[in-house]
């Protein structure tokens, strides 16, 4: 979506529409009680093919019902408050509208999780696939063709959102019934409640660099700084993303075996192998990211990448890392480690982003996934201790940061797309025959992965 927002919106248009777009994602956070993460920790609860049944349609209801008794009320009264103190902006009718896009929205992530603890890969990629085509082509209408700009875009996410969430509604209760459990439903509260102060923080955390740089009066950099997130998360999403999505329902399979803990680990040390991989890609490919997709306006975005890309690494990893408090089921740990990390996020944006502007903001950004992570990794390992070798850890780490270094100088030295993308090429290669000398990454990984791309290696 980033090449139909930027040519589009301006700068400060595409940073207020990312802002938006991420307060839309805390509300659902915020309104739902964690539902979808507690959908997916209880699937594997050993429950019966009606048990299943009764869990996803409990499920799917509730979260209209949170919209209906909780999320519009609390919008509708918001919208009063608006007008009384002079934001006549926030209107009632907009207040539906975000109760709806959130409800709808919300019913579709419901969606992907079924067919995540399910592992339907398959089905799962259709239908993202046909999610991002009607946001695309909805959104080409709308701001190509009717050129209404920010609103446009807005509208398009809106509608999007209800049309593929009407259809998982209907396509889940068809299949599990109207079937509600009381004791599912205070399970489903209990585990997720947590979820509440925690995606907050979360929010705070995620965007104490943007609400800095609207404090301080950089609009023209949130821009700059949205296009670059997009650029240094997207290398890692197409990695991440998949993995992601087996990654809770393969460790909540096995956490019981006897070598449990050394499988997680094992798997974990990969995936950290192949996110360090793709964020020296993105870091290094960066000038060309930003040639292909924006105008002139955005090229200091290509700056940040690096900053963004090595802070959404400790990101990637946190949530990976808090496994060990889901597997407990300490959800209530959460919000303690995400206060806190929120208040180090406020802490580090107002003391750098006034000084060093919109890189100050992403450094303190970078900094505060770290923290978060190390606070995040130290309470998981004390409930579940997976089992990892500092050794692999510290080989990848130095084995990305050298060709990051090297690349990066030359990229500024002698600025050129050919160099970005000879830098970016030797430092992926270099990194890569590291990781395999090593043993951290095996063929057969690398077969793996090509094999799905279609891709045959030689033996």
Known sequence: MVPVYTRALSPSDYGLLDTILRFVTMCMGVAFLGIRQAYQ????????????RTLTA?????NFAVTIAVL?????LGSLVGR??????????????????????ATYMIGLSYLQVRLRSRQFVIVQSVRLLLLITINIVLLRLFHLGLNGALAGNLAASVLSGSFTATVLLRSAGLRISTKLLKEIVAFGLPYIPTVIFAYIIGN???????????????????LAAKIGELALMVFVGPVDNVWSPYAFSVFSDANGPKKIGLLYTKIVAMCVFMALGASLAAPIGVSLLTHSGYEFASRLVPIIALGWVFNVLTTLSDIGILIAKKTWMKPLASGLTSVIAVALQLLLT????????????????????????????RL??????????????????????????????YPSLWVSLAASFFALLTYGGVLLRTGIIERADVGFIASRLGIRLGT
Not at 72 to 76: D, E, R, T
Not at 384 to 410: F, K, Q
């Open 41 to 52: 920790r209880l699937y594997f609860d050993k429950r019966t093919e009606a048990q299943d």
């Open 58 to 62: 409990t499920v799917v209801l509730a």
């Open 72 to 76: 519009l009320p609390f919008l509708m």
């Open 84 to 105: 009384t103190l002079g934001a006549s902006q926030i209107t009632v009718l907009r207040s539906i509208a975000l109760a709806a896009w959130v409800a709808f929205e």
């Open 208 to 226: 104490a660099d943007r609400l800095a740089l609207i404090h301080f009066g950089a609009m023209a950099s949130l821009g700059l700084l949205a």
């Open 354 to 381: 006034p000084r060093f502007g919109v890189i100050g903001a992403a450094v303190a950004t970078a900094l505060t996934n770290m923290a978060f992570f190390l606070i995040v990794r130290t309470i998981s390992q």
């Open 384 to 413: 579940y201790p997976m089992t990892t070798r500092p050794r692999d850890l510290l080989i990848i780490v130095v084995a990305g940061a050298v060709p990051l270094l090297v690349g990066a100088n030359l990229s500024y030295a």
